[in-house]
């Protein structure tokens, strides 16, 4: 069974920093892409980004809008994905979901409230 | 970046009702084309893959149509268990922009 399950949400101040972790099961991990998407509270679903494969030399992609603040990596001995967030404001407060790049399976999404 | 349209944002049907859901991109993106349903407080859930693609396990009233800039979504019997918040999301070039949504009332 293919599972994906996001981690580290919180709360956190303006121009603080968190680091979500996106964990995996059932599938080739170090093979596939993996994508952030992000919903704000009462709002749409938003692209964050996306990391790619070891054969696609781990290549990132960002919004425009979390480019140069928001990092994405990945561990393939863990089959685990992380999103560093840094210089958080609070229109970066949302649910945030990991996904795999066919989109045809997600996580259950993590909470990340930016506030003072 | 491709702005992805979908207007209406609400749309008001019926059990029973066919219900045609429009999308629009700013320019042409194939069929690079993903639809999702999602219902409050759950992950998107994939219906259509590549504009007419039925991804496995989707009821076959589900259908997808449309390719360059026009897209469509098309519930040919509405369920109750449709009504939902649907979004468009092209794949054709990052970012991987999505549609405002169309809410099924």
């Known amino acids: 069974e293919v599972l994906l399950v996001e981690s580290g949400g919180g709360w956190v101040q303006p121009g603080g920093s968190l680091k979500l972790s996106c964990a995996t099961s059932?599938?080739?991990?170090?093979?596939?892409?993996l994508h952030w998407v992000r919903q704000a509270p009462g709002k749409g679903l938003e692209w964050v980004g996306r990391?790619?494969?070891?054969?696609?030399?781990?290549?990132?992609d960002y919004a425009p809008s979390v480019k140069g603040r928001f990092t994405f990596s990945r561990d393939d001995s863990e089959n685990t994905a992380y999103l560093q967030m840094n210089s958080l404001t609070t229109d970066d407060t949302a649910v945030y979901y990991c996904?795999?790049?066919?989109?045809?399976?997600w996580g259950p999404g993590t909470l990340v409230t930016v506030s003072s | 970046d491709i702005q992805m349209t979908q207007s209406p944002t609400s749309l008001s049907a019926s059990v029973g009702d066919r219900v045609t859901i429009p999308c629009r991109a700013s320019?042409?993106?194939?069929?690079?084309l993903n639809w999702y349903q999602q219902k409050p407080g759950r992950a998107p859930k994939l219906l259509i893959y590549?504009?007419?693609g039925l991804q496995r396990g989707v009821p076959s009233r589900f259908s997808g149509s449309g390719s360059g800039t026009d897209f469509t979504l098309t519930i040919s019997s509405l369920q109750r268990e449709d009504f939902a918040t649907y979004y468009c999301?092209?794949?054709?070039?990052?970012?991987?922009?999505f549609g405002q949504g169309t809410k099924l009332e």
């Open positions: 590549t504009a007419s």
């Open positions: 999301q092209q794949t054709f070039i990052t970012p991987y922009t």
């Open positions: 320019q042409s993106i194939g069929t690079y």
């Open positions: 996904s795999r790049a066919s989109g045809d399976h």
């Open positions: 990391i790619r494969s070891k054969a696609n030399n781990y290549a990132t």
């Open positions: 059932g599938f080739t991990f170090s093979a596939t892409t």
